[in-house]
């Protein structure tokens, strides 16, 4: 049975951790912008996997003159643009369940892509799965809280639905001929370069490592040290989901991988409801229930799906 569908466990378990780690990046968020966190978090994650890789399988890092534009886009449209538009849209004032809709699109561009550019064939189950898992974000996200937009705030949200678009796509080809964990070193180490490029490391601000941080939520009153969530976010955070996600593209379609994405947002409001006791409504549970049933459908869809 898990062997069978080893690759939507990949991927639920690369959406678990992702989701949890948001709850862990509100806290740190607190006390680090945005933009530094997203920096550390993709340096540091490279500095580790990489001298993991080099200690047990350094070959498989060897990389082809061909084939390094495809891994430099990789990493900077699917690592580094992927959060960058992200927070921009946060940092606007874009609410952030809009952010998080506008972002998981990202099935939608998958599938247009697919049908118009690739010429490929797509199930009509699979345009199903994406309306019904749509309108479940829709839901859970209550968008009509929140309808004066940012115009820059809204564009960073859309950016960030393209360059997921483009992680999908491009760790579905690129990952054919590569190990997850290659890709994933690739893919952070270009990021890192982009990051240290607009943001000077020297320049960070190191104290808030030694930060005690309260936990907030359950656990108010608690603190732990900054370096210990910040080492949380980087390694279980960063490093573990994206093994998984990639890993699960591998096995996957696209349009199937990316449609089981959308699990994310709907997991970080349960955890943002266990801990950090965010509650839920009546429209949201059905909204979480609607997204469940559209990853089903496009689960169902994906032994047809280009």
Known sequence: MLTKHRGEFFLVMGALVFSFNGVISTIVLD??????????????????????????????????????????????IGFAAVQAGYFLGIQRG????????????????????????RKGFVPPSMWLAIALSLVGLALLAQ??????????????????????????????????????????????????????????????????FTIDMDLQGVFAGNTLPGWVLILWIITMGTIVPYLFVIGGLRLLSASTSSVIGMLEPVLAGVFAWIWLQQSWNGVQLVGAAIVLVGIYIADRARSVAA
């Open 143 to 208: 968008v009509w809280n929140g309808l004066t937009l940012d115009g820059l705030g809204l564009f960073g949200a859309l950016f960030s639905a393209f360059a997921l678009t483009g992680y999908f796509l491009m760790g579905k080809k690129v990952g054919q001929t590569r190990s997850a964990q290659s890709l994933t070193v690739w893919g952070l180490g270009m990021a890192s370069l982009a990051w240290v490029s607009s943001m000077p490391v020297w320049e960070f601000p190191f104290e808030v």
């Open 94 to 117: 874009v609410p952030l369940s809009l952010v998080l809709l506008i972002e998981f699109t990202a099935p939608i561009w998958i599938v247009l892509w697919i049908k118009y550019v």
């Open 31 to 76: 006390h680090l912008s945005p933009f530094r966190l997203t920096q550390v978090r993709c340096i540091g994650a490279f500095v580790i996997l990489l001298l993991f890789t080099l200690v047990r399988d350094p070959d498989s890092l060897k990389a082809k003159r061909s084939e390094i534009g495809l891994l430099a886009a990789y990493g900077v």
